[in-house]
């Protein structure tokens, strides 16, 4: 796979890696900024297959994908709506000796907290909640105007905010844990996967692939619509 580098802009002032960030992120749209290494370098179109990486270190920057924007726009509906589905329907059923036991995610978290075990159930939430919840619907806001030909209102912020969520959102995580539990207990009752669960499973390839999209293609987007504000 072809991998080019982006070259730094010669004009790119040598400020600290936060002023330089600002300039780049604000200022000029047609700039991308590392998030490993907060080295600068100038936005190129990137051919399908092909990805960009940052010449300082080597950073995955961007990716040139098949899908459209629309594609993506697709996913994050669908994203949002497996997240309903996942958090209203049970996530397994439990069967001890022919009394059922049901519980949503929800659910789940609350029982965590009143067996004493706080940290554990506001880790869960965030990672299997509110995390994967503020991923989607950030991403929903950004696509619903760059699809539509307008860029979006605090367009800057919220891509921010987008790259510290997705570090968080870990619903894979979730779903391992999940699914050793249930072979864990299988000795002890019988444990039937719900339609939560299989909806979480749906909704972790969504935002694999959401994630794996990354956001290059937005800011391209934004650069040819103007200015971001």
């Known amino acids: 796979m072809t991998e080019p580098v982006l070259d730094a802009p010669a004009n790119a002032p040598h400020a600290p890696a936060s002023a330089r960030t600002q300039a780049a992120l604000i200022a000029r749209p047609d ?7 907060d080295a600068v370098h100038e936005r190129v179109a990137l051919k ?12 995955l920057i961007g990716r040139g994908h098949v899908m459209r924007l629309q594609t993506f726009l697709a996913f994050a509906l669908a994203s949002l709506l497996l997240i309903v589905v ?7 059923t439990l069967d001890l000796r022919g009394v059922l036991n049901q519980a949503t995610l ?19 939430a965030a990672t299997a909640l509110v995390f994967p919840l503020c991923f989607t619907v950030l991403r929903l806001y950004l696509l619903l105007s760059l699809t539509r030909g307008v860029v979006p209102p605090g367009f800057v912020p919220a891509m921010r905010l987008l790259d510290f969520v997705t570090r968080w959102s870990m ?6 844990g999940t699914l050793v539990a249930v072979v ?6 019988s444990a039937t996967p719900g339609i939560g669960l299989f909806a979480y ?18 800011w391209k987007r934004s650069s040819d619509l103007g200015p971001s504000r």
């Open 31 to 37: 700039l991308v900024v590392c998030n490993e290494c």
């Open 48 to 59: 399908r297959g092909t990805v960009a990486r940052c010449r300082r270190c080597y950073a």
């Open 86 to 92: 996942g958090n209203s329907a049970p996530i397994v």
């Open 106 to 124: 929800p659910e789940a978290i609350r029982a965590t907290w009143d067996a004493g075990q706080p940290l554990v159930a506001l880790l869960t």
């Open 171 to 176: 619903v894979e995580v979730f779903m391992m």
């Open 184 to 189: 864990r207990s299988a000795s002890l009752t």
């Open 201 to 218: 499973a749906a909704l972790t390839l969504l935002l694999t692939s959401l994630t794996a999209g990354g956001t290059h293609s937005m």
